[in-house]
């Protein structure tokens, strides 16, 4: 009898600390995200709709999820990949899309050109990074690698680095990276400008 006890102590054992490293390390061990909005949502603030898709297969590069985000229309206004420019709308997605819940890469309207070292919004209005009027949320690391992103060789080739919404143990920042990189996860802005 003891050692049936001794297995199931040890087997409960293992699941706790399975379950207090799901807890402790941001795994998704209770914290379940709400399935996906299946229409674009509405911001406010920044007058457009959003939407998350999921369907940037082959290639799913950046130049891909743009050139899809372009075919999507939405109250006959084109799409484009989601520019990300305050802190305001940032808010909206995390809350909308539960991005700090799903641990997932995701394709937004900014790169930076690597020769001019200016990052560009989808809509065009370039900047430096280090413009203190100009809202940024990089991780710790703003390339992926250990390289600089625009050293790949399709970076490189195209001229910059496209970057990305990565969300590290519950803290979704922006993040570049090589471009020829796939990811099938792509925010879709449609700028209504209703109110």
Not at 13 to 27: D, E, K, P, Y
Not at 104 to 120: A, E
Not at 142 to 150: G, I, L, M, Q, T
């Amino acid at each position: 009898m003891r050692k049936k006890e001794r297995a199931s102590d040890s087997t409960m054992f293992r699941i706790f600390a399975i379950a207090l490293t799901c807890l402790l390390f941001g795994g998704p061990f209770l914290a379940v995200a709400a399935p996906l909005p299946t229409t674009p949502v509405y911001n406010p603030a920044s007058k457009s709709y959003f939407q998350l898709f999921t369907d940037n297969e082959h290639p799913g590069n950046w130049d891909a999820a743009r050139a899809r985000a372009g075919q999507k229309v939405y109250k006959g206004v084109r799409g484009r990949l989601a520019v990300v420019d305050s802190p305001e709308t940032h808010e909206f997605l995390l809350r909308a899309f539960d991005l700090d819940q799903r641990q997932l890469s995701v394709w937004i309207g900014l790169r930076y050109w690597c020769s001019l070292r200016l990052l560009q919004w989808e809509e065009g209005r370039p900047f430096s990074p280090s413009d203190p009027d100009q809202f940024r949320l990089w991780h710790a690391e703003w390339s992926r690698s250990d390289e600089n992103a625009c050293s790949f060789s399709r970076s490189a080739r195209v001229g910059f680095a496209p970057v990305y919404y990565r969300t590290i143990s519950g803290l979704t920042r922006w993040q570049a990276v090589g471009a020829a990189k796939y990811f099938s996860f792509y925010l879709v802005e449609f700028p209504t400008g209703e109110d």
